[in-house]
């Protein structure tokens, strides 16, 4: 499984973007679904996940009631809708992609960056 994301960008703060992950191969049934994000000097955090039936979402507490995470299976794509950017959500956003299966996320795509100014 390949995945592509995209949507990244320069936003000011209090702004909206929606990052999108596209997969190369079916994985509505099959995998599980994640976003996190790297900035500069820090660890790779978790920002959300979804199941493979889109039914079931989690959230980091720094993005609850912020971003919201859906799946478009007829396209093989997930997306992060992120809203009330702070500076602070800056960073590398990465999907991630786990089958329902596993233990990890053993698929990631290469990474876009959002900078969100004040």
């Known amino acids: 499984v390949q995945l592509q994301a995209s949507g990244g960008g320069l936003v000011q703060a209090g702004d909206s973007l929606q990052l999108s992950c596209v997969a190369s191969?079916?994985?509505?049934?099959?995998?599980?679904m994640a976003w996190l994000r790297q900035a500069p000097g820090k660890e790779r955090e978790f920002v959300g996940k979804?199941?493979?039936?889109?039914?079931?979402?989690d959230y980091a507490d720094s993005v609850k009631g912020r971003f919201t995470i859906s799946k478009d299976n007829a396209k093989n794509t997930v997306y992060l809708q992120m809203n009330s950017l702070k500076p602070e959500d800056t960073a590398v956003y990465y999907c991630a992609a786990r089958h329902i299966k596993g233990t990890i996320y053993r698929y990631w795509g290469q990474g876009t960056q959002v900078t969100v100014s004040s």
């Open positions: 191969a079916r994985t509505g049934s099959t995998f599980d």
């Open positions: 979804i199941n493979w039936t889109g039914s079931s979402t």
